[in-house]
């Protein structure tokens, strides 16, 4: 159990153009949903918090206009990179955090989407 | 400033003995530390959550230990195999502020047979 599924597992797109990477939780409900961002040899940076039903929470220096998160759902969240730059070229990896955790923090992560700008 | 480092980028050591990482942290208050194996092209995977009461956790080969006053979690792999060599990531744990998790930068592990 406890799986996140992301879509694509890699995309490769040329500049100025938007790319939508969804996040899935397949056999829970999550609450909250987080994004991520990794570059090569460095740790995961937290982007952004997604609460089902609510805007999303943004890390200071993300462009909230620039990565879009929607969270229509409770399996369901997506990251939208728009206008996209090759200095967007990173790995993207999302997390779920499952309903009814309490005071427990677990979350589950995706494979992560590996986004490529020409 | 807020910072979270884990020791040296990579380890090599050999298969059998004990692997032990470190992560460090200053002006930060987490409540919980989790620890993450991640192996490459992939995402994190859970191991441990270590809360701040708690001195020690054991799970099959892991222990983490946590020391609030040092603001340190140590973790250690014993009786290492090769199938451990991965990039282990500890994380601070805000539950109680949304969730957040903030991640070290990572300790890859290399088990040579």
């Known amino acids: 159990g406890a799986v996140v599924s992301q879509h694509p597992s890699w995309v490769i797109c040329k500049s100025g153009t938007s790319v939508k990477i969804e996040c899935r939780s397949l056999?829970?409900?999550?609450?909250?949903m987080f994004w991520y961002r990794q570059f090569p040899k460095q740790s995961l940076m937290l982007m952004a918090t997604?609460?089902?039903?609510?805007?999303?929470?943004?890390e200071q220096g993300v462009e909230k206009d620039k990565f879009l998160i929607n969270h229509a759902s409770l399996t369901l969240s997506t990251l939208t990179v728009t206008s996209a730059h090759p200095e967007d070229s990173s790995f993207y990896i999302c997390?779920?955090?499952?309903?009814?955790?309490?005071?427990?923090?677990?979350?589950?992560f995706g494979p992560g989407t590996r986004l490529t700008v020409l | 400033s807020q910072k979270i480092e884990q020791n040296s980028e990579a380890l090599n050591i050999q298969e059998g003995k004990t692997a032990t990482l470190t992560c460090n942290y200053t002006?930060?208050?987490?409540?919980?530390l989790q620890w993450y194996r991640q192996d490459p092209g992939r995402g994190p995977v859970f191991l441990l959550l270590?809360?701040?009461?708690?001195k020690e956790k054991r799970k099959e080969r892991l222990k983490v230990t946590f020391d609030t006053t040092l603001k340190q979690s140590l973790f250690h792999i014993t009786a290492s195999q090769p199938a451990d060599s991965a990039t282990y990531l500890c994380?601070?744990?805000?539950?109680?502020?949304?969730?957040?998790?903030?991640f070290g930068q990572g300790t890859e592990l290399s088990v040579k047979p």
């Open positions: 056999d829970f409900q999550a609450t909250t």
């Open positions: 997390s779920a955090r499952p309903l009814g955790t309490g005071g427990f923090n677990e979350q589950f």
């Open positions: 270590i809360r701040e009461n708690e």
């Open positions: 997604s609460n089902e039903g609510s805007k999303a929470t943004y």
């Open positions: 002006n930060y208050s987490p409540a919980y």
């Open positions: 994380a601070l744990d805000f539950y109680n502020q949304g969730g957040k998790l903030i």
